[in-house]
């Protein structure tokens, strides 16, 4: 059969499937990590969808992109699509964007699963992200976050920057802020051991609360 038309990606959708997800495998206390745009996912599903999860791990993420039209977002398509308009495939696309979004000394095989997953989205699903990223705003929502919270930060992450991000904890009540260091965008295959010690301390921190 041929395939299924792409549906608009957005980030109120996206949060209302991730809501399906968990309702579907009847998951009614889980803690949510999201990366990047996933970190954004996050934000919109804690906005939507209040008290559905136990706690939350933002990594390499931001409250808002700012305006949808204003000169850093056409900025961010042109050098995001600009490629792939003039030819390019996502492989080749891949290898260029996972270059400029590592940090220092990245774990070995880093690189190689970042270039072979980039690779393998489809270009209209990787177009659709892009624009929809942009769209992105819950700065509003930062301060209502009534769940344990912790960010996580790449020290040269250029996309997501780590100062950014401690401020964007201290407008959460109660955040907690930890940057690994030497770590780009990708910091958790760039540094898994740190990033994962960061995310389990953290879970357990919650559970000794909740147990006291």
């Known amino acids: 059969g041929g395939s299924r038309p792409l549906v608009e990606m957005s980030f109120p959708a996206l949060t209302d499937a991730l809501a399906e997800l968990l309702d579907d495998l ?24 209040p008290g559905r999860v136990r706690s939350a791990v933002l990594s390499a993420t931001s409250p808002a ?45 880093c690189k190689g699963i970042a270039l072979r997953c980039m690779s393998e989205v489809p270009e209209a699903a990787y177009r659709q992200a892009m624009t929809c990223i942009t ?3 819950r700065r509003d929502n930062l301060g209502a976050i009534d769940l344990p919270v912790l960010l996580l930060a790449g ?7 780590a100062p950014m991000m401690e401020k964007m904890a201290s407008r959460i ?19 898994p051991e740190e990033f994962n010690a960061a995310v389990e301390a953290f879970l357990r921190r919650g559970s000794d609360k909740t147990e006291a």
Do not use: W
């Open 26 to 49: 009847n998951f009614s206390n889980a803690h949510l990590v999201g990366h990047s745009i996933g970190g954004m996912v996050v934000q919109e599903f804690l906005a939507r969808h």
């Open 135 to 137: 769209t992105f705003d």
């Open 155 to 161: 020290e040269r992450d250029s996309n997501a920057p």
């Open 173 to 191: 009540p109660g955040a907690a802020y930890h940057c690994i260091a030497g770590a780009g965008h990708l910091a958790n295959l760039e540094r």
């Open 65 to 109: 992109f700012g305006r949808a039209d204003g000169d850093f977002q056409k900025q961010f398509l042109a050098a995001r699509l600009g490629p792939l308009d003039g030819g390019a495939s996502m492989a080749e696309l891949a290898q260029d964007i996972v270059d400029s979004l590592v940090g220092a000394d990245p774990d070995p095989l």
